[in-house]
């Protein structure tokens, strides 16, 4: 199984403004494989933010990982790196959008 392409988010500051401009990163729980490939729970994945406060990127689904309980933990930070969201994610094979 390939990564997926997930988009979408519409993150906004507490005031109700895009993060445009911002970026959201994330992390992996574990350490997991997906077919013949391992992926590290050390490593962060960023995303850059456009100016509605959406992102476009590859990633693995979680729902294609050995072992099964794995989870992200993401974040959204405005262009001047401050943290503004965060929370767990399973990311489906069918479940690629954010909105």
Known sequence: ?????????????????????????????????VDDSQVSAGRVITFPLDSNGNLSGL????????PNNTVYF???????????WEQQLFITTSGSDFA
Do not use: C, E, H
């Open 1 to 33: 199984m390939p990564k997926i392409l997930i988009s979408g988010g519409n993150f906004q500051s507490a005031s109700g403004v895009p993060l445009a401009g911002g970026y959201v990163t994330f992390r992996l729980n574990t350490d997991a494989r």
């Open 59 to 66: 990633i693995w689904p979680n729902d294609q990982m050995n």
């Open 74 to 84: 993401v974040q959204a930070f405005t262009a001047a790196g401050q943290l503004v």
